[in-house]
């Protein structure tokens, strides 16, 4: 079975730092460009950052372009989101997402992650 | 940044009956569409790719049109399992990666 499984949100203050982690199996995930796509309450769909198949290529959405930082470790079948300075507009549900393998639409997609920022 | 837009907001429709759900780009996007359906506190479900290519497992029920800047979604018979928010994204020029606002399909 296909599966993206993040883990590592939680309820933060203002200005400190939380790193985010997806786990994947299922599918042969060194093959597969990977993003953070983030949804806060009651809002759409919002890509955040992506990175591809060798990390030679990382883009990241300007909302947190110098704060959120991408990776991945191919032996571990997982890709990560560093996030730094958090603010309380970074409140959502944060989700990875694989891209197809064919294109770029996004196919798998973690059940996501909550990060509350609040003091 | 390709700008995508969806309408209605909000769409009420009978179980049994079609829903048609727009979205539109504010420059072409080719057939570098994709669409997803949301429910309450589940991620989002790839439904359509290639703005017409149902993704694996996708009942025949949906179907998708379009290319360049205007797109359709059509659900031809609503199923209970069926209202949820919809997504459209485009894939074409990235990053980034831009996604519609969103249909939420109600029950009437």
């Known amino acids: 079975e296909v599966q993206l499984v993040e883990s590592g949100g939680g309820l933060v203050q203002p200005g400190v730092s939380l790193r985010l982690s997806c786990a994947a199996s299922?599918?042969?995930?060194?093959?597969?460009?990977m993003n953070w796509v983030r949804q806060a309450p009651g809002k759409g769909l919002e890509w955040l950052s992506y990175?591809?198949?060798?990390?030679?290529?990382?883009y990241y959405a300007d909302s947190v372009k110098g704060r959120f930082t991408i990776s991945r470790d191919d032996a571990k079948n997982s890709v990560y989101l560093q996030m730094n300075s958090l603010r309380a507009e970074d409140t959502a549900v944060y989700y990875c997402?694989?891209?197809?393998?064919?294109?770029?639409?996004?196919?798998?997609w973690g059940q996501g992650t909550l990060v509350t920022v609040s003091s | 940044e390709i700008v995508m837009t969806q309408s209605p907001a909000t769409l009420s429709v009978s179980p049994g009956e079609r829903a048609t759900l727009s979205c539109r780009a504010s420059?072409?996007?080719?057939?570098?569409l994709a669409w997803y359906q949301q429910k309450p506190g589940q991620a989002p479900r790839l439904l359509i790719y290639?703005?017409?290519t149902r993704a694996t497992g996708i009942p025949a029920r949906f179907s998708g049109r379009g290319s360049g800047t205007e797109f359709t979604l059509t659900i031809s018979s609503l199923q209970s399992e069926d209202f949820a928010v919809y997504y459209c994204?485009?894939?074409?020029?990235?990053?980034?990666?831009?996604f519609g606002q969103g249909t939420k399909v109600e029950i009437k």
């Open positions: 290639g703005a017409s």
């Open positions: 994204q485009q894939y074409n020029i990235w990053p980034p990666w831009t």
């Open positions: 299922g599918f042969r995930f060194r093959e597969h460009s």
């Open positions: 990175i591809n198949t060798d990390s030679t290529t990382i």
């Open positions: 420059q072409s996007v080719s057939s570098n």
């Open positions: 997402a694989g891209d197809s393998g064919i294109s770029d639409w996004f196919d798998p």
